[in-house]
């Protein structure tokens, strides 16, 4: 088991947990701009702090329905993978709290497609998903 501090947020009715260590800051993407041949989960690119960040949608991960394409912003994760900014858009950010985690359970068959998923917490009445960053970009970056 883990004692860690997480980033409690959600992404449609899933509550996730990002490792604080990797949370560079929590945004607002106020607009994005389309990046052509990227990958479906791809937003588009956004300035934060003088930067560029990939804006990034995970809901089909968690059996969502992909959010709005319309240029609009949303609030998100932003974080360092490989030297790359990337915003990962959620819908709410609840809280910062320690958490003990406990393995994550695997389902038969889906070990491969849950692989971002490193364990599980509970919360207030549900089961909140801890998630590798990397592995998460890796996964969406793919869809498609």
Do not use: C
């Amino acid at each position: 088991m883990n004692h860690a501090l997480h980033l409690v947020a959600r992404v449609g009715d899933r509550g996730l947990l990002f490792d604080a260590e990797r949370v560079d800051s929590v945004v607002e993407v106020h607009s994005t701009v389309p990046a052509p041949g990227a990958a479906p989960a791809v937003v588009g690119l956004a300035a934060m702090r003088s930067r560029v960040a990939t804006v990034i949608d995970v809901r089909e991960l968690f059996g969502g329905a992909p959010m709005m394409r319309d240029g609009k912003g949303a609030r998100a994760v932003a974080t360092l993978v490989d030297g790359h900014l990337y915003a990962i858009a959620v819908d709410a950010l609840e809280d910062v709290a320690t958490f003990t985690l406990a393995p994550a359970p695997i389902a038969q068959g889906t070990a491969g497609e849950w692989d971002f998923v490193t364990g599980v917490a509970e919360g207030e009445g549900e089961t909140l998903m801890a998630v590798d960053i990397d592995r998460l970009v890796a996964r969406a970056s793919a869809l498609g």
